[in-house]
């Protein structure tokens, strides 16, 4: 148990999308779910808008993901 826990948190999905109501220990992630697609295009058109709204470039200057 202690080794999924550690790797759920050190091996993490490009992305994540949790129904923190039904699931409040993010352990079922919604982010290939089928009925969940509407929401995850709204989160990513978001997100885009604020980044070009921050001058934010996005991944070409992040921290490589120790894997």
Known sequence: MAVRAINRNE???AEELYDVTKDPWEMNNLV???EHQGVLKELREALDAWMKQQNDPG???DVPVRQ
Do not use: A, E, K
Request: aromatic share 12%; glycine share 0%; charged share 20%.
């Open 32 to 34: 290939d779910s089928p």
């Open 11 to 13: 091996y993490r999905p």
């Open 59 to 61: 991944p070409s200057l």
